[in-house]
Every structure is written in structure tokens, then in C-alpha cells.
């Protein structure tokens, strides 16, 4: 990876940032590779610099729900900056890509070197705080195809790409969902001309018309990251 290519990364002054580089190491995030499960102790943290990673929260034994997301807007261990070690998620890949990644305690040492590098994260973490509660409302209040349309342009947001694959399986897995809702309000969407879908490949048609399908959620995530991280 001959650039940054992730925005947190991009906001440290150029000092610290060459510094975290470093001791980073890039590495390629694997589809459906599994990063780090809730309760165990963190061994690397990742800078998303292509692909995306899913937060999911499992529930009594169930392969749980979707309740947060991370591409190179983000990170993956932002929970060290508050001396915490382990995580309350499952990371799932979710689109594969490549990631700057760096051990824990390298990661630690640079934390404490710079200010800058601290005050990021801080907000961060109160960004994910903010997409973490909107997940948990949209998942009670808000209809189905209002919260398929916002994870398909959170998902676009990341892949940086009209197409990504996905299978209605995982979109139900995701969302916390029986599959045949999800198929349904896929459907909706496609003959609204909104998506178009064939055999796990998803295009979005039409971002503007997605948008106004997509429940509020989507456009208070992103005024918050503005707000906070620009």
C-alpha cells in the first residue's frame, strides 16, 4: 500500500502518523475471516485502508446482529484508547480489502507518545457510541426495507463501489432477520429500480432514490462522523 488510504490516519499530523506506520504491517482482510470475538483479549488493532468489518453482537448462542461497521473511515480496537483490552463484539469481514494492522502493545506505546493520535480516537469512539445506539433503535422502530436501504449505503459507503457481493443469508444474519423479509424487501427495492441483484452480486441503481428509502439513521451517522472527524 503505497498510500494511507484511511481517513483516521490521514487526520494525525504528519509526524505521528509516519511514526504509526511504521510499526504497522499491511495485511489483507479476508471475506467472512472472523478478527476478534466479544470477551477475549485484542492481539492487533486494524486501520481498514479497502474492505469493511461488521460489529456483531451475539445473542444467547444466536449468531447475533449487525450493530456496528468499520472501513477506512474507522478502526478495529479504538477500546484501547480507554485502557480496555477486550472487545464486547464479534469483527466479521465483511467486504475483503486490505488493512494497515499493528500489534497491541506497539499500538499502546504509540497511544501514549501522541496527543493527537488520543484525541482521534476519542471521538471515534464516541462515533461508534452514536452508531451503536442508532442500531439499536433502528432495530426496534424502523420497517425493513428502511433498514436494508441504509445498510446497503453504509456498505457502498465502505466498499467504495456500486457492486458488492452479498447473499440474502448474511443481509438477514446482519439485520437479525428471517430471510424471507429480507428477500422481500429486496425485491421492493429492485423493482423500484433502486438495486439490482444476481446471484450474490448487489449494484446500487440509483444512491439518490436509496437514500430517501433508508431510514433517518443512515443521515444521523453521517452528520455525526462530519461533525466530529470531518
Known amino acids: 500500500m503505497s498510500t494511507v488510504e484511511n481517513h483516521l490516519l490521514e487526520l494525525l499530523p504528519r509526524r505521528d502518523r509516519e511514526r504509526l506506520l511504521a510499526v504497522c504491517e499491511p495485511v489483507e482482510l479476508a471475506l467472512s475471516e472472523v478478527l476478534c470475538e466479544p470477551g477475549q483479549p485484542v492481539r492487533h488493532v486494524y486501520f481498514p485502508t479497502q474492505g469493511f468489518i461488521s460489529l456483531v453482537t451475539p445473542v ?17 480496537g479504538a477500546q484501547l484508547a480507554l485502557g480496555v483490552a477486550t472487545t464486547p463484539w464479534r469483527a466479521l469481514v465483511q467486504g475483503a480489502g486490505s488493512a494497515w494492522r499493528i500489534g497491541t502493545v506497539a499500538f499502546k506505546r504509540e497511544l501514549a507518545r501522541s496527543p493527537a493520535l488520543q484525541r482521534g480516537l476519542n471521538r471515534y469512539l464516541y462515533v461508534l457510541m452514536a452508531q451503536h445506539a442508532a442500531s439499536a433503535g433502528c432495530l426496534r422502530f424502523h420497517l425493513t426495507g428502511q433498514r436494508l436501504a441504509r445498510w446497503l449505503l453504509m456498505s457502498q459507503d465502505r466498499a467504495h463501489s456500486d457492486s458488492f457481493h452479498v447473499t440474502h443469508e448474511f443481509l438477514a444474519y446482519m439485520l437479525g432477520m428471517r430471510r424471507v423479509g429480507i428477500t422481500t424487501a429486496a425485491s421492493a427495492l429492485q423493482k423500484g429500480g433502486l438495486i ?5 452480486e448487489l449494484t446500487v ?8 428509502a433508508a431510514c433517518s439513521c443512515y443521515a444521523a451517522d453521517r452528520r455525526t462522523y462530519a461533525d466530529l472527524l470531518g
Open 60 to 76: 444467547d448462542g444466536s449468531p447475533g446482529v449487525e450493530v456496528g461497521m468499520v472501513g477506512r473511515e474507522g478502526m478495529l
Open 196 to 200: 439490482e441483484y444476481r446471484r450474490g
Open 205 to 212: 441503481l440509483d444512491r439518490q432514490g436509496l437514500e430517501a
